[in-house]
């Protein structure tokens, strides 16, 4: 009986050891109230598939308003786009300027390809900050599962 506690003992400190050293993202509350990771980057992914402009304003103000508070260098932020909502990563964009300003910020955008493909439109298209991917919805869901957090304004 004593080898079998003996034995819990060690497997119980085993797993309290491997809970330890598993890389985590812990987070805390600054003077705003606003949650950041302490250890690591804070992680957040935008969803546009609308092609109002206000959205898109909305996204723009959102992740702006996440790297004041977080600071620029602590956050990685992307926003994605698709459907009807990439018709504002084109050179005739209504908020094209403000998506510039985005990206020199660091804010990473991007355009779903099978969108630009079901409408024909070509990469010459489209604004020169935007990056590109091949499906937006599973670079939404890819993101996720690594741990980014959604947000769809």
């Keep these: ?18 809970m330890a050293t598993v890389p985590a993202m ?8 606003m949650a950041h990771a302490q250890a690591g980057k804070m992680k957040v992914i935008f969803q546009v598939s609308d092609a109002d402009p206000k959205k898109w304003n909305l996204t723009l103000n959102n992740a702006k308003n996440v790297q004041d508070a977080v600071g620029k260098d602590n956050v990685l932020l992307e926003i994605v786009a698709y459907g009807p909502g990439i018709g504002m990563l084109k050179f005739e964009s209504d908020v094209g300027s403000r998506v510039k300003d985005a990206v ?12 630009m493909k079901a409408q024909k439109i070509a990469r010459s298209d489209m604004l020169p900050e935007v990056s590109f991917v091949g499906a937006g919805v599973v670079e939404l869901a890819q993101k996720q ?9």
């Design 145 to 153: 599962a690594e741990g980014y957090a959604y947000i769809r304004p």
């Design 104 to 115: 020199d910020s660091g804010i990473k955008v991007v355009a779903c390809e099978n969108t």
């Design 26 to 33: 812990t987070f805390a509350a600054d003077n705003g109230g």
């Design 1 to 18: 009986m004593k080898h079998k506690k003996n034995v819990l003992k060690g497997l119980f400190a085993a797993a309290l050891l491997a």
